[in-house]
């Protein structure tokens, strides 16, 4: 029980994520949730909405797996070790700030997921 809730929220900040790349990357809450110059955003806008497509595949690989319930073990556990891995790469590139927003949430939903809490 404890697991799904967690599985949730991390699809949850991945469809907030999908929104603030998609919709909102080229605003003034965009270029503050990313830290981002006005000419930056508006030049990296294409690349910031196929950014954001992938994160809303991620996200419905984990609300894929809430779908399927007992049966969707190894899809949660397959999408949250993909949004671990994004989240690592995302800190070693980016920035760390992506370590605490993506991989930490998703380790402790693996974890509670792993041990069927």
């Given at each position: 029980m404890i697991g799904?809730?967690?599985?949730g929220l991390v699809a949850l900040i991945h469809v907030y994520?999908?929104?603030?790349?998609?919709?909102?990357?080229?605003?003034?809450?965009?270029?503050k949730a990313f830290n981002l110059t006005?000419?930056?955003a508006s030049a990296s806008k294409v690349l910031a909405?196929?950014?954001?497509l992938y994160n809303g595949f991620l996200a419905a690989g984990l609300i894929w797996g809430l779908y399927l319930g007992a049966a969707g073990?190894?899809?949660k556990v397959?999408?949250?070790?993909?949004?671990a891995i994004?989240?690592?790469?995302g800190a070693?590139?980016?920035?760390?700030?992506?370590?605490?927003?993506?991989?930490?949430?998703?380790?402790?939903?693996?974890?509670a997921v792993w041990l069927d809490w």
């Open positions: 799904d809730i967690l599985v994520i999908v929104y603030l790349e998609m919709v909102l990357w080229d605003t003034p809450r965009g270029h006005p000419e930056f909405a196929n950014q954001g073990f190894q899809v397959f999408f949250l070790l993909c949004v994004a989240g690592l790469y070693a590139t980016v920035g760390r700030k992506i370590l605490f927003i993506q991989t930490v949430p998703a380790v402790v939903a693996l974890i």
